[in-house]
Every structure is written in C-alpha cells, then in structure tokens.
C-alpha cells in the first residue's frame, strides 16, 4: 500500500485533540474555545451539505468534486474516526473520502463500488489500526 | 442523509418526487445500476470508484456507456412503451453528457434510482430538467429466458 498522507496515528482521539485556544473577539463575553462537541457539529454540518447538495449525482466525478468533500479529504487525519463512526451506523460513498485522503485501498480491487464490503474493509482496517 | 430542497426547481416536472418514491434512499446502488437491476453496487464508467462490467476511460461520455451497451446486446429505439419481447433503458444526458438512467417496467412505467437518494416510478420524461437534462436515448434488448 502507498501512502501519500500520514496514516492517522489519532484514531479515537482526533476530535477530543482539536481545541484551538485562540482568543476571538467574536464574543462578547471572554475568550471562545471551540470544543469537542463543536468540532462533531461542524464535522457533521460538512457531510450533510456534501451528502444533501450531491444526493441526485451519479457521476463520481460530481460527488466527488464537492467542496465538501474536498473539505473531509483534507482533514480525514483529523475526522478519521468520526468518518468510521459513520461507517459503522451504515456504509456510505464516504469510504471515497478514506480512498481519496490517504491513497490507499484496503479491499480487493473486485470490490470496487461495492459500498458496504469497501466500508467493512476500512472498518476492518481501522480496528486493526487503532491505537 | 439530510433532504435535499428545491425539488421543483430540480424536477419541474414532477409535482411530489416523495409520492412517487419505491425505496428509502442509500449509497449502495446509482441509476445505471438499477437501470441493470443491481442494488449492490454503484456503477459509472470510472473503475477508480465505480463498477464497470467493460474497459472504460474513466470519463463520462455517451461513448463509455454505449460501448457497454452495445456489449451487452442492447440497440437503439425510438419506441419508448413497452414492447412484447423486450427490456428497456432510458439515457438522460445534459449538454451531450450522460447524467442518469432508468429502466421500464413491465407495468409500463419508468423505475429510477435518483443518484444517491430514492428509488421512484415515473413516466420517461418526467425527470426531465436541469438536473439530468433531456432524455437523450431509449434503448431494447430482447428478453432472454434467464432475465
């Protein structure tokens, strides 16, 4: 397998690490510190405009051009484990945005477009990868 | 999956997609794979992401998908009912490029998956649109005793 970008090394914990502790003055009232369940919602925000806005599509290419979907490619290190989470509840074309995100294929090449056996694969490999 | 709006605007042919709707909606199967009665896979003409029973270019052009077509036995007709004896799959293309299929039931309408959303039944040109622009090509294939 090759990879391109750093297989994630934080699955389980990535969404608990990202807290940023920058100041705002977006808020009246002291400093704003975005915190686990704000970095769920906007994880969750992302996927369901990329998955509403995308829902008629056929064509890969339109799925997957998606600014969206770009959005989850770049951050999958960070959303690796909400993104199988997802995967867990029901297999989804988010198994592209693992594919895209870390170039790699944990499955069969037989495999290819079908859905649910490319997300056990990711799964699979996301359980055998876990810290 | 949240729902998709401005559904009008998508299909102002059709008044009410969700009465029309046979399936709840999943990313297990698009068009072209239910116009060949697969709810397994998705299928496109891009081996990257997508089954695709021939060799194909990885772009989508009505060339990719008559050559599969063509392959599996199915010729072009203008006859859009049904036929004694015959199968039948409808192409919708936008601007000359292929957006979606369906395929004709023996109750003589129209089955389709909408991309990643519902199954619906429907007339053929009902989906007709800015979205999948016009219906571009209606093709047969005879009936075999195994289909």
Redesign the interface.
Known sequence: MNYTRPVPSIIGSAAGRFVKRRPTSSKSSGTYQPSRSDFIKSFYAVL??W???????????K??KHSSYKAMVENAPLIFSLIIDELRV????LV?VL?DAFNMRPYDSSA?????KMTDAWIEWADEHAN | ?????DLRN?FPRIADIHSKKTSD????Y????WAFKDN?????P???????PVNASNL?TMEAFEAWFTEDGWEETSEYELEVGYEKIALYALNGV????ARLLDNGTWTS?????IDISHEATELEGP??GQLHKVYRKPISPTS
Request: net charge positive; charged share 25%; aromatic share 16%.
């Open positions: 369901r405009r998955e509403g806005e995308t829902a008629f599509y056929s064509d890969p290419e799925i997957t029901k297999p989804s074309l592209w594919d290819v477009g079908n859905i649910p | 999956m949240s729902m998709p709006i998508k909606r999943d990313d297990y698009n068009c072209i794979a397994q896979r998705n299928w496109w891009n081996h990257k992401q997508s089954y695709w989508t292929p957006t979606h299929a998956k909408l991309g990643r959303y979205k999948y």
